[in-house]
Antibody, heavy 121, light 110 residues
Framework: EVQLVQSGAEVKKPGESLKISCKGS????????IGWVRQMPGKGLEWMGI????????RYSPSFQGQVTISADKSISTAYLQWSSLKASDTAMYYCARTEMVNYYYYMDVWGKGTTVTVSS | QTVVTQEPSFSVSPGGTVTLTCGLSSGSVSTSYYPSWYQQTPGQAPRTLIYSTNTRSSGVPDRFSGSILGNKAALTITGAQADDESDYYC??????????FGGGTKLTVL
């Protein structure tokens, strides 16, 4: 079974750093992109960026470029989303999603259950 | 910045048919945007319904269908059921490995 297992909920203070994870299983981790999606409390979904674990090619939404860093360690089939200095406005649910990006197929097909990040002083 | 537009809310009667749409703040949605649709119920992760305009994801009932209607992508639910009450999001592929979500439509079945 194809699965994405995300790390647990985090509670942090403003200014702290954070790295959350998304571990893939049941498929060739290096053959699919992994995307990250933010959902702020009571709001809609926002596409943040993607990474191809095979070669670490990474793309960001202009809204998130410079605000977060997406990375992957293919040796342990895990993608990451990290912040160097959290803000209260980073409080949200973060989903990872396996993403198809090949001819005629551009979509997210498998989703993790999400990681809640709470930033509060 | 490209804005993808969706109806904020819609309601449908049980057994009825509803069409949700996905447009662009400027321009038309075509198959070249590879529109996809996702369903999200409260407290749950999104579920993939439709991709590449009109292809149902595995396990999705055939009462869900996707299309292009005029200058928008569309998700049609035929024979709506109570458990179709959810938020529905469209996503458009903008090229160069970039996507934009619509604001979502809250569907009520009553």
């Amino acid at each position: 079974e194809v699965q994405l297992v995300q790390s647990g909920a985090e509670v942090k203070k403003p200014g702290e750093s954070l790295k959350i994870s998304c571990k893939g299983s049941g498929y060739s981790f290096t053959s699919y992109w992994i995307g990250w999606v933010r959902q702020m409390p009571g709001k809609g979904l926002e596409w943040m960026g993607i990474i191809y674990p095979g070669d670490s090619d990474t793309r960001y939404s202009p809204s998130f470029q410079g605000q977060v860093t997406i990375s992957a360690d293919k040796s342990i089939s895990t993608a990451y989303l990290q912040w160097s200095s959290l803000k209260a406005s980073d409080t949200a649910m973060y989903y990872c999603a396996r993403t198809e990006m090949v001819n005629y197929y551009y979509y997210m097909d498998v989703w993790g259950k999400g990681t809640t990040v709470t930033v509060s002083s | 910045q490209t804005v993808v537009t969706q109806e904020p809310s819609f309601s449908v009667s049980p057994g009825g048919t509803v069409t949700l749409t996905c447009g662009l703040s400027s321009g038309s949605v075509s198959t070249s945007y590879y529109p996809s649709w996702y369903q999200q119920t409260p407290g749950q992760a999104p579920r993939t319904l439709i991709y590449s305009t009109n292809t149902r994801s595995s396990g999705v009932p055939d009462r869900f269908s996707g299309s292009i209607l005029g200058n928008k992508a569309a998700l049609t639910i035929t024979g709506a059921q109570a458990d179709d009450e959810s938020d529905y999001y469209c996503v458009l592929y903008m090229g160069s490995g970039s996507w934009v979500f619509g604001g979502g439509t809250k569907l009520t079945v009553l």
